[in-house]
């Protein structure tokens, strides 16, 4: 049997031009496809930059917070009460700062005595800083270490604003006492605002803040009823 045989137009292959344009539109196919997947990879990377910041951020604020609310705390608070048969004593613990201004600082003290001794041990001292795009934190007297991480995030703002109110006692005094007179009794009502901005090292452009506001728990109090 003889083979069959095509005509010599049927077996022409792809020209030069044709191969060139199907080159063409693969690699405009596979550009387009590259930068797809590279936006894809840095929008990842961005959401998990921020995720990260965002989680140390908060951790930072949650921990200044616990410790400002603990400000002032007295195991024998109930010493500093007026009485008609004692005078009050002074809380050993009532230092704290900022008390007028806003300040990238804050220092602080409260009991941690299982029997109270009504004396500032070392252990009892404590404090925030912003050093160096970092917040530092005082465990005791002089040990300062680091809250955040200075080689995944730089710390650019750290204020912590004080807010304070006097509320007036003399009423409740056997014998009323004038509330424009400074000696007597009056409670100090003390709140801050804190504001931690911060941006990721491995990308300046990531930024976050945080802000919280913190009640103090231990109201300081001040002055004495009329004899």
């Given at each position: 049997?003889?083979?069959?045989?095509?005509?010599?137009?049927?077996?022409?292959?792809?020209?030069?031009?044709?191969?060139?344009?199907?080159?063409?539109?693969?690699?405009?196919?596979?550009a387009?496809?590259?930068?797809?997947?590279?936006?894809?990879?840095?929008?990842?990377?961005?959401?998990?930059?921020?995720?990260?910041?965002?989680?140390?951020?908060?951790?930072?604020?949650?921990?200044?917070?616990?410790?400002?609310?603990?400000a002032?705390?007295?195991?024998?608070?109930?010493?500093?009460?007026?009485?008609?048969?004692?005078?009050?004593?002074?809380?050993?613990?009532?230092?704290?700062?900022?008390?007028?201004?806003?300040?990238?600082?804050?220092?602080?003290?409260?009991?941690?005595?299982?029997?109270?001794?009504?004396?500032?041990?070392?252990?009892?001292?404590?404090?925030?800083?912003?050093?160096?795009?970092?917040?530092?934190?005082?465990?005791?007297?002089?040990?300062?270490?680091?809250?955040?991480?200075?080689?995944?995030?730089?710390?650019?703002?750290?204020?912590?604003?004080?807010?304070?109110?006097?509320?007036?006692?003399?009423?409740?005094?056997?014998?009323?006492?004038?509330?424009?007179s400074?000696?007597?009794?009056?409670?100090?009502?003390?709140?801050?605002?804190?504001?931690?901005?911060?941006?990721?090292?491995?990308?300046?452009?990531?930024?976050?803040?945080?802000?919280?506001?913190?009640?103090?728990?231990?109201?300081?109090?001040?002055?004495?009823?009329?004899?």
């Amino acid at each position: 049997m003889s083979a069959i045989r095509q005509p010599l137009a049927a077996r022409r292959g792809f020209t030069l031009v044709e191969l060139l344009v199907g080159l063409a539109l693969a690699l405009l196919v596979v550009a387009g496809g590259g930068a797809l997947l590279t936006s894809q990879i840095r929008d990842h990377r961005a959401l998990v930059l921020e995720a990260r910041l965002m989680q140390d951020l908060r951790t930072a604020a949650d921990l200044v917070a616990r410790d400002l609310r603990r400000a002032g705390y007295w195991g024998d608070a109930g010493a500093g009460v007026w009485s008609a048969d004692a005078a009050p004593r002074d809380n050993p613990y009532a230092a704290l700062a900022p008390d007028d201004a806003a300040s990238d600082a804050a220092s602080l003290r409260y009991s941690r005595d299982t029997a109270e001794n009504h004396v500032v041990d070392s252990n009892e001292q404590f404090g925030f800083r912003l050093r160096n795009r970092a917040i530092e934190i005082q465990l005791g007297s002089g040990n300062w270490q680091a809250l955040t991480d200075a080689t995944l995030l730089a710390v650019t703002e750290f204020v912590i604003t004080p807010q304070t109110e006097v509320m007036a006692l003399g009423a409740d005094c056997p014998t009323p006492c004038p509330d424009e007179s400074e000696s007597c009794p009056r409670q100090r009502l003390a709140s801050f605002a804190l504001d931690i901005r911060a941006h990721a090292l491995a990308d300046a452009a990531v930024s976050r803040t945080v802000r919280a506001l913190v009640r103090v728990r231990n109201d300081a109090t001040a002055g004495t009823c009329p004899a």
